[in-house]
């Protein structure tokens, strides 16, 4: 999902055939690829953006500074409202859903526990260049996305759907970037059905 979408192309791409099948939710794409992807983040992250190819070290640790508000707020319990002007208004009905709300919160807390580099690192590998060879992935690739993602738009999932040799996408109307929530079990069955 998201940021991991990277991760799991890249899984793909090694030779062997280990990974059969590949689900991106929500995930992004290559950002100086896509048009209009880099005009999206805020300016900060253009600020670190712009140190990208040659000097990846201070690119993170520019990404990292835009985390710490965020890491400040997941030491207590309003991680959830840094996201407002974010969330669809889709995203935004299920953060009211407790259950979710806490889940994020937790998921947050604990990807900022040890500090900020880590997703400062994992903005210059998935906003920076790409180093994975898309053409290598010869596995079927679903993507999910939301056509209300605020996140990743659809964009990054109409790129990859025309950049991945075996790729189908679906297109979620009225979706932001957090449809994973509710529809995990048809994307898990999706990925495992033996026709796929």
Same mark, same amino acid.
């Given at each position: 999902?998201?940021?991991?979408?990277?991760?799991?192309?890249?899984?793909?791409?090694?030779?062997?055939?280990?990974?059969?099948?590949?689900?991106?939710?929500?995930?992004?794409?290559?950002?100086?690829?896509?048009?209009?992807?880099? &005009?999206?983040?805020?300016?900060?992250? @253009?600020?670190? %953006?712009? /140190?990208?190819? !040659?000097?990846? =070290?201070?690119? #993170? $640790?520019?990404?990292?500074?835009?985390?710490?508000?965020?890491?400040?707020?997941?030491?207590?319990?309003?991680?959830?409202?840094?996201?407002?002007?974010?969330?669809?208004?889709?995203?935004?009905?299920?953060?009211?859903?407790?259950?979710?709300?806490?889940?994020?919160?937790?998921?947050?807390?604990?990807?900022?526990?040890?500090?900020?580099?880590?997703?400062?690192?994992?903005?210059?590998?998935?906003?920076?260049?790409? &180093?994975?060879?898309?053409?290598?992935? @010869?596995?079927? %690739?679903? /993507?999910?996305? !939301?056509?209300? =993602?605020?996140? #990743? $738009?659809?964009?990054?999932?109409?790129?990859?759907?025309?950049?991945?040799?075996?790729?189908?996408?679906?297109?979620?109307?009225?979706?932001?970037?957090?449809?994973?929530?509710?529809?995990?079990?048809?994307?898990?069955?999706?990925?495992?059905?033996?026709?796929?």
């Amino acid at each position: 999902m998201s940021g991991g979408g990277p991760g799991a192309l890249a899984a793909a791409a090694v030779p062997g055939g280990r990974v059969t099948r590949v689900g991106v939710a929500s995930g992004a794409g290559p950002f100086g690829l896509i048009p209009g992807a880099l &005009d999206d983040l805020d300016d900060g992250d @253009r600020a670190a %953006v712009s /140190l990208l190819p !040659g000097d990846p =070290d201070a690119a #993170a $640790s520019a990404f990292g500074a835009g985390f710490e508000p965020l890491a400040e707020l997941s030491r207590g319990s309003g991680v959830a409202s840094a996201f407002e002007d974010l969330l669809s208004s889709r995203d935004s009905e299920l953060f009211h859903d407790q259950r979710y709300a806490s889940a994020f919160a937790d998921t947050m807390r604990e990807a900022l526990r040890p500090g900020t580099s880590g997703a400062g690192w994992d903005n210059v590998a998935w906003v920076g260049r790409w &180093d994975i060879d898309l053409g290598a992935v @010869r596995c079927p %690739v679903v /993507l999910w996305y !939301g056509s209300d =993602d605020r996140f #990743a $738009s659809p964009a990054h999932g109409l790129w990859l759907s025309e950049n991945l040799p075996q790729a189908r996408l679906v297109l979620r109307d009225g979706e932001g970037h957090f449809g994973i929530w509710e529809h995990l079990g048809e994307m898990l069955d999706a990925l495992t059905e033996p026709d796929a």
